[in-house]
């Protein structure tokens, strides 16, 4: 049995659906990066700026925009799915019977559709991620994997992971952490640093507003700390969710109670934005954003500061955005 119990991908036949590939990305990570966002996550925030993700598998995406309303897309489907409607094009059949064959998105002349998610071999990944590689190398960054949640889809990522490492990429994970104790081990053993996502102290709240509960993150986030793997703590901060003291010093206790680190624990403060309600509105079908209407607004420089001294009252090295 493989180490770790974590069945190996086969190099020669791993694919993987990546859904963007963002260069010159000085936000995720040391240095200048190039960032793989793998499609396919667990958690449904209300707040979510990439809802693309989510699903593990391709889908159609639509620009009501860019559409000039000409219906070739709908004449090119050979299900007989599409139809063009008030609200624009929208699927007429269930979208189940979709099979993502391009041909309506290779028909439109004005690419308002298009499919999200394409499928890459390893040799076809590593062949963009070499691309920048002079400029990752002279910048001092690296690789980092995103979503979506690279954690969901462990054999790939390690298997990713692993090739990145034999090429001498540096390789951080922007990860929510929410999966078994064995896969979240067996990636921090496989990078040199994890972006690691702590939305909410509260598990009922946690649950209410990610649609999962945080026990494994909170387990996974004291394990790794133990192990003495480099993490980098980011804190969506959005008021009325969690931009309060209560939420604020939990996380303190909660982060102060870890394995002390050789120096002080770094903590993003990253600002709520609504930029992916758009996003939602061209999934198709679309998806609600925020559908339960949960007060959700971007906090004051005020209240940024004051959580951000709150933390720092306990050793920790804030920084707001990044």
Do not use: F, Q, W, Y
């Given at each position: 049995?493989?180490?770790?119990?974590?069945?190996?991908a086969n190099k020669e036949e791993t694919a993987m659906y990546i859904f963007d590939i963002k260069r010159y990305a000085i936000n995720d990570g040391p240095g200048i990066r190039t960032t793989l966002f793998m499609k396919g996550c667990p958690l449904r925030c209300v707040w979510c700026h990439n809802p693309e993700s989510w699903t593990a598998q391709p889908q159609l995406l639509y620009k009501k925009s860019k559409c000039m309303g000409c219906s070739t897309c709908v004449a090119a489907c050979p299900e007989h799915l599409l139809g063009l409607t008030p609200d624009g094009i929208r699927f007429t059949q269930p979208s189940t019977s979709c099979q993502l064959c391009g041909r309506c998105t290779?028909?439109?002349p004005t690419t308002a559709l298009e499919i999200c998610g394409c499928k890459y071999t390893m040799n076809e990944l590593m062949a963009e991620v070499e691309k920048e590689r002079s400029i990752m190398e002279d910048s001092g960054g690296?690789?980092?994997?995103?979503?979506?949640?690279?954690?969901m889809h462990p054999e790939y990522t390690l298997e990713l992971l692993r090739e990145l490492g034999r090429r001498g990429f540096h390789r951080t994970v922007d990860t929510t952490l929410y999966a078994t104790a064995e896969v979240a081990e067996?990636?921090?053993?496989?990078?040199e640093l994890l972006l690691v996502d702590l939305k909410l102290m509260d598990p009922e709240k946690h649950r209410l507003y990610t649609g999962v509960g945080n026990a494994?993150?909170?387990q996974n986030i004291r394990l790794l700390a133990d192990m003495g793997k480099h993490m980098l703590i980011r804190i969506p901060l959005i008021d009325?969710?969690?931009?309060d003291d209560d939420n604020i010093e939990a996380t303190a206790r909660f982060l102060s109670s870890?394995?002390?680190h050789p120096s002080p624990l770094t903590i993003h403060l990253l600002p709520y934005h609504d930029v992916g309600k758009d996003k939602h509105r061209r999934m198709l079908p679309p998806s609600a954003y925020n559908p339960q209407g949960f007060p959700l607004a971007v906090p004051s420089e005020e209240l940024q500061h004051h959580c951000a001294a709150l933390l720092e009252t306990h050793g920790f090295h804030v920084v707001i955005g990044g």
């Open positions: 049995m493989h180490r770790g119990g974590i069945k190996p290779d028909s439109c690296g690789v980092t994997l995103c979503g979506g949640e690279p954690l067996a990636v921090a053993n496989e990078c494994l993150i909170l009325g969710v969690n931009a870890l394995t002390p």
